[in-house]
């Protein structure tokens, strides 16, 4: 049986529309980074990712471990519950094809 924290990051990776492997990963960091436009460590050390990721999150000095526990967990979660993702853009003739009743 998951543990807690394992728990929370399935759903967060359920979230994300990633592997649900329950360990904070790096798929994991990419997807979030990339959600909120995090520029990555140009390393690819798993524990720098962490750290940015927490830096992103309005972490502070000794905050920014790189250990993802549930205050960055809770975090990332209220993010994802607020998160709305960006309205679709319309194609050209949307309105013309509408006013002139066609059917696409």
């Avoid at 979030?32 to 460590?41: D, N, T, W």
Wanted: proline share 6%; hydrophobic share 40%; with cysteine.
């Amino acid at each position: 049986m998951p543990s807690l924290i394992e728990t929370r990051i399935i759903n967060i990776q359920k979230k994300l529309s990633i592997a649900e492997s329950g360990i904070f990963d790096i798929q994991t960091c990419k997807a979030i980074e990339k959600l909120k436009g995090i520029i990555a460590p140009n390393n690819g050390v798993l524990i720098d990712h962490k750290k940015a990721i927490q830096k992103n999150f309005d972490f502070i000095g000794k905050e920014i471990d790189g250990l993802i526990g549930p205050i960055t967990l809770s975090r990332i979660e209220q993010y994802l519950s607020n998160y709305m993702p960006p309205i679709p853009k319309r194609r050209k003739y949307d309105c013309v094809e509408k006013i002139a009743g066609l059917d696409c």
